[in-house]
């Protein structure tokens, strides 16, 4: 992991493409935007976490090809 300092209103670029720039710094809260392109999803970790969980609910069950098959 790569551990920055940034003061309000600078920012770190990731990738060429992806922008996080410090907003706010209020207390032990800390307000960052994110500038990416339309086609890299960008979720808060606790969201992505979720949607991983029901992605993996979703697959279970489905043991085979042929049961795959049933439901297309």
């Known amino acids: ?25 209020k207390g032990d809260q800390v307000k960052i935007g994110i500038s990416a392109p339309k086609e890299v999803p960008v979720y808060r970790k606790e969201v992505y976490l979720q949607i991983q969980e029901a992605n993996k609910s ?13 439901f297309i």
């Not at 920055?4 to 770190?12: P, Q, T, Y």
Request: hydrophobic residues 45%; aromatic residues 0%; glycine residues 8%.
């Open 1 to 25: 992991m790569l551990a920055l300092s940034r003061k309000k209103n600078e920012a770190i670029v990731i990738n060429n493409n992806i922008e996080v720039t410090i907003l706010e710094v």
């Open 58 to 70: 979703a697959g279970e069950g489905i043991t085979g090809l042929a049961e795959l098959k049933k």
